[in-house]
Structures are given as structure tokens and as C-alpha cells.
């Protein structure tokens, strides 16, 4: 491509769709206090993810997957471990609200498709319920899907859960 017709191509319309990618990882807590909260729902049973709000890995990994599709930085930069107002925030909170910052940049949440990876708990009862409750927070479908790491690694040896998620926003 000559430099001509880069400047061309680089100076066309805005795209209307943008996809993000996020990840998040937390290990698991020796609180037996700490709740585990995955997609919004409290999974009752399990010891708690490590981390300064909820740990929720599932709503953490949607919010920097639709905070990257529009280049809006990512959760940590939004709602940083360090400012205590956080301290144990609910994360369908701050998915809701890094929802309507992706709708204040002009953007508007299609959908988002979530991979968690954990050899326990069993997500699949809670699937639905998860779904549902990071739709509502997102204001647009969102899938889960639930894998296991076959015992491989650290979280095949069950020291945590990690969350891997897709966004698509349109204008």
C-alpha cells in the first residue's frame, strides 16, 4: 500500500460496529466470609474470589471488553483498587455504569459473549440467572459460557476462576 492510498483508507467513514476483547482473573479467597459472586449471582456454597470489590471475574471481564471497543481504557483505570469508595462494590454496579459510559461516547452495547473458565463451580445451574442479570446491567444480551481447564494449571488445580469476554458496540 503507498502512502497515498493509506491516507485514504485511513480517512474514510468511522466504523460503525467495534468489538473489545477483557479478561480477568482472581484466585480464590481463605475468607470463609467472602461471597462468590460470577455474573451477578451470588453462587452459594463456594469460597469467594480474592480482589477489592466483589471479584465479580464475569461482569469485570464484560466491562473491559465493552470499555475497549469504544477505547474508553479499562476497569482498573475507572474504578482503581485504590480509591476505597470501591471497596467491596457490587460489579454489576460498575458493568451498568460502564455501560452508559460506552452509550455516552455515541456507542451503543450489541451484545456480549463470555467465556469463564473454572474447574468448580459447576456454572451450569446458574447460567440463566447470570445471563440475565448482566443483560439487564448491560442493556443488551449476554451469553456465558462455562469451561473447564482440564486440570491443567493454576486454575485446573482450582486457585481461581478467570472470565474472558467479547463485546460489539454499534453507532
Given at each position: 500500500?503507498?502512502?497515498?492510498?493509506?491516507?485514504?483508507?485511513?480517512?474514510?467513514?468511522?466504523?460503525?460496529?467495534?468489538?473489545?476483547?477483557?479478561?480477568?482473573?482472581?484466585?480464590?479467597?481463605?475468607?470463609?466470609?467472602?461471597?462468590?459472586?460470577?455474573?451477578?449471582?451470588?453462587?452459594?456454597?463456594?469460597?469467594?474470589?480474592?480482589?477489592?470489590?466483589?471479584?465479580?471475574?464475569?461482569?469485570?471481564?464484560?466491562?473491559?471488553?465493552?470499555?475497549?471497543?469504544?477505547?474508553?481504557?479499562?476497569?482498573?483505570?475507572?474504578?482503581?483498587?485504590?480509591?476505597?469508595?470501591?471497596?467491596?462494590?457490587?460489579?454489576?454496579?460498575?458493568?451498568?455504569?460502564?455501560?452508559?459510559?460506552?452509550?455516552?461516547?455515541?456507542?451503543?452495547?450489541?451484545?456480549?459473549?463470555?467465556?469463564?473458565?473454572?474447574?468448580?463451580?459447576?456454572?451450569?445451574?446458574?447460567?440463566?440467572?447470570?445471563?440475565?442479570?448482566?443483560?439487564?446491567?448491560?442493556?443488551?444480551?449476554?451469553?456465558?459460557?462455562?469451561?473447564?481447564?482440564?486440570?491443567?494449571?493454576?486454575?485446573?488445580?482450582?486457585?481461581?476462576?478467570?472470565?474472558m469476554a467479547v463485546a460489539l458496540v454499534?453507532?
Amino acid at each position: 500500500m503507498t502512502a497515498a492510498s493509506h491516507d485514504s483508507a485511513t480517512s474514510g467513514p468511522t466504523p460503525q460496529i467495534r468489538v473489545g476483547h477483557g479478561f480477568d482473573v482472581h484466585r480464590f479467597s481463605d475468607d470463609p466470609a467472602r461471597r462468590l459472586m460470577l455474573g451477578g449471582v451470588h453462587i452459594e456454597g463456594s469460597a469467594g474470589l480474592v480482589g477489592h470489590s466483589d471479584a465479580d471475574v464475569v461482569a469485570h471481564a464484560c466491562a473491559d471488553a465493552l470499555l475497549g471497543a469504544v477505547g474508553l481504557g479499562d476497569i482498573g483505570e475507572h474504578f482503581p483498587d485504590t480509591d476505597p469508595t470501591h471497596a467491596g462494590a457490587d460489579s454489576l454496579v460498575l458493568l451498568a455504569t460502564v455501560a452508559a459510559l460506552v452509550r455516552s461516547a455515541g456507542w451503543e452495547p450489541a451484545n456480549v459473549d463470555c467465556s469463564v473458565v473454572c474447574e468448580t463451580p459447576r456454572l451450569s445451574p446458574y447460567r440463566d440467572q447470570m445471563q440475565q442479570s448482566l443483560s439487564t446491567a448491560v442493556g443488551a444480551p449476554v451469553s456465558v459460557k462455562a469451561n473447564r481447564a482440564e486440570k491443567l494449571g493454576a486454575l485446573g488445580r482450582t486457585e481461581g476462576i478467570a472470565c474472558m469476554a467479547v463485546a460489539l458496540v454499534t453507532r
